[in-house]
């Protein structure tokens, strides 16, 4: 993970946050996500896989991250089943 100005951050479970892709995902290739932190003023990115066996997630596709690990997420795309995630 790292802010826009890249310094390394350490690393934190974002599991249930929504966040942005801005790099495509698709089921041959990692993208990017970004997590918009303290509105707006901070912004986090990761690498991103997803389990998702539909289509591509595009940039500016909305998605929940599902697991962390070593500084990347698995995510899915968000949907109003997850307003019932732990996540704040």
Do not use: C, F, Y
Request: no cysteine; net charge negative.
């Amino acid at each position: 993970m790292q802010e826009d100005n890249g310094n390394g951050s350490d690393e934190v479970d974002w599991t249930g946050k929504i966040a942005v892709v801005s790099a495509p995902i698709t089921a041959s290739k990692a993208g990017e996500v970004t997590i918009s932190i303290d509105r707006g003023m901070k912004r986090r990115t990761l690498k991103a896989r997803s389990l998702h066996l539909g289509a591509p997630l595009e940039v500016g596709t909305a998605v929940v991250i599902t697991a962390t690990d070593g500084g990347s997420a698995t995510v899915e795309p968000w949907s109003v089943t997850h307003t019932h995630l732990p996540g704040g």
